[in-house]
């Protein structure tokens, strides 16, 4: 019976579950204790999202009512496949994150500022599962700015300056893209009366008939570019990458991008319709464009980069792109693509990051020059790089290759395949950035700071390698990815006749 | 000498006024977050008259960072007490025997958790601010 009952409310407990954590890590304020607290919480996140993602196995969608008033005039939650993808991922990430902070933070954060630390990091999951499973436009930027200004917190705890003016050019970025989503919003409530985005869907005129509606889809489809770090608007993506704390960095990459691409799609699919958005406006061909330049220019200057942080957060922007060339096919197979490519990059930029933040940790810097020869100090490490590396590139056996097969493969079927070679063109360029860290690591003399690097702990090591693990097992065994990714972008696809 | 005196007269009544919106909130113009501004702004004025020193022995900044968590905390239980009285998260109408005492019940503690919160919030950044130079 309690079990039952407890089932039953898993949509509202997701994110309501951190959210009552972060205020008692306030109250807790030791920092061990306050580690051992968010820990617990975010695992058990982790298992709600699991259960949930079982349950929707018999159920099309899941569906949970605040405060018991009926959908267009309560707050709905509404959690379909493509959801709860989205929501395995983030408090996933963040459960595989969180044994990896301690070790991480321990050396990077103030003790007096921990406990805040994990306040803010559960308040930043909090947001970013918030944003994923409800059902209501308005409580979709509520939960888009607590994670967003936690995030910021989070960013300028890093150990260098520089990580305060990264957070504040993502404030007043992150603000702009936040603004457009909440004026998109308003007029989508001038026009529609509604904020429950399922009855915006129906209430909302033929294509072509309403300026208003026109504008609002701007307005949100430049929030969401600005919030998903589309080329050309990724700018503030690099500085935050580098400079905030390695956790962080790990953290964000892995989530916050990824949930910038579900708000394009849940707008897209769910309010607009794919009728409105690919048909009526030329959304298709614009966002196969930005993500092309997003993969050719974020590559190359990955290639220039020293700064090895930098250059993987250049390389997140260049993969962004393929995840938005598959949505811009607007076709099953290219949605599906970009949806597996989402899962299998958040397991990958995860593990790379964790990987960089063990090599910060032990050689104090992620320069490529400190980096020379440290594959010797720090074997384990660099081993999780390389095979994080080779996901990259999409080298057989990893997730890599998943993605780019799939998104390749749609490419074919939606008849334009300039743009399956234009994917393998620019897996070149990812060869190049990642050869050049490679080389430096195994085949250099060892600089100073790599000849005094030791291994890193096993808490650090551990969840890297439960990533890169995941890296080379989701690339053996793709079914289950796969499988969700086809039924999540027919449902979204299928919304629209 | 004037501020002071008028200072003094002053804040008591800022602070009715702060009680009487929020807890009168559930019938006219106010609630939670307004009354919370209201408050907060009793202790600053308090803190530009009598000087900073004086505003935190008075609300010790330890004291409103626990408030802040406080008033969140206050909100979310107010929820979760639905929960497990067998509704739905926010549902207030099981937190009395009857519906409509629920939902009154329910708001009021909802408010009053937002005007902590607020009122902690705008004090802590007022300390934040004020307190830089030293």
Known sequence: MIFQSITQHLPILQVVLPLIAAPLCVLLRRPALSWLFALAVTW???????????????????????????????????????????LVVVSGIGSVVMPFAKASVTAEIEPARHYLFYTCYLLCLCGLLGVVATGDAFNLFVFLEISSLSSYVLIGMGRDR????????????????????????????????????????????????????????????????????????????PNVYTYAPSAVTAFLAATATKVGVYI???????????????????????????????????????????????????????????????????????????????F?????????????????????????????????????????????????????????????????????????WPFGVLVVLSSLLAVAYVWRVVETAYFREPSTEAARATEAPLSMLLPTWVLIGACVYFGID??????????????LLGAQP | MVLRVLGKMMIPFIMLFALYVQFHGDYGPGGGFQAGVIFAAAIILYGLIF???????????????????????????TGVAGLILGANFLDYDVLAKDPIEGQHIGILLIEFGVGTTVAAVMITIYFAFAGRQR
């Open chain 1, 162 to 237: 520089r990580a305060l003016t990264a957070a504040f050019q993502y404030l007043i970025v992150g603000t702009i893209g936040a603004t457009s989503i909440v004026i998109g919003i308003g007029l989508l409530y001038l026009v529609t009366g509604s904020l429950n985005m399922a009855d915006i869907a129906t209430r909302l005129p033929e294509p072509g008939t309403n300026r208003t509606v026109l504008v609002a889809f701007a307005f949100l489809g430049l929030g969401a570019a600005l919030k998903l770090a589309l080329f050309p608007l990724h700018v503030w993506l």
């Open chain 1, 264 to 342: 394009l799609l849940r707008f897209i699919f769910t309010v607009f319709g794919a009728g409105f958005a690919f048909t009526a406006m030329p959304l298709d061909t614009m966002l196969m464009a930005l993500a092309v330049a997003a993969m050719f220019a974020a590559s190359a200057i990955a290639i220039f980069e020293n700064n090895v942080k930098r250059m993987l957060a250049y390389s997140s922007v260049a993969q962004i792109g393929y995840m938005v060339l598959g949505i811009g096919f607007a076709t099953v197979g290219g949605v599906a693509a970009g949806l597996i490519h989402l």
């Open chain 1, 478 to 491: 793709a079914e289950l990815t796969v499988d969700t990714a086809f039924r999540a972008a027919t449902s």
């Open chain 2, 51 to 77: 000087g900073i020193h004086n505003a935190m022995r008075v609300v010790p900044p330890d004291v409103v960072r626990v408030l802040i968590a406080a008033g969140v905390l206050l909100y979310a239980s």
């Open chain 1, 44 to 86: 058990a996140s982790f298992a709600i999202s699991i259960a949930l993602f079982i349950q929707l196995e018999h159920v099309g969608t899941i569906v949970y009512e605040l405060g018991g008033w009926p959908a267009p005039w309560g707050i709905e939650y509404r959690i379909g496949t493509t959801s709860a993808i989205v």
């Open chain 1, 344 to 416: 299998n990059h958040a397991l990958m930029k995860g593990g790379l990051f964790m990987a960089l933040g063990c090599i910060f940790l032990r050689a104090g810097s992620v320069r490529r020059e400190a980096m020379a020869g440290i594959a010797r100090t720090m074997p384990w490490t660099m081993a999780a790089f390389v095979l994080g590396g080779l996901s990259l590139i999409g080298v057989p056996l990893t997730v890599g290759f998943i993605s780019k097969l799939y998104l390749i493969r749609a490419a074919f079927e939606a008849g334009l």
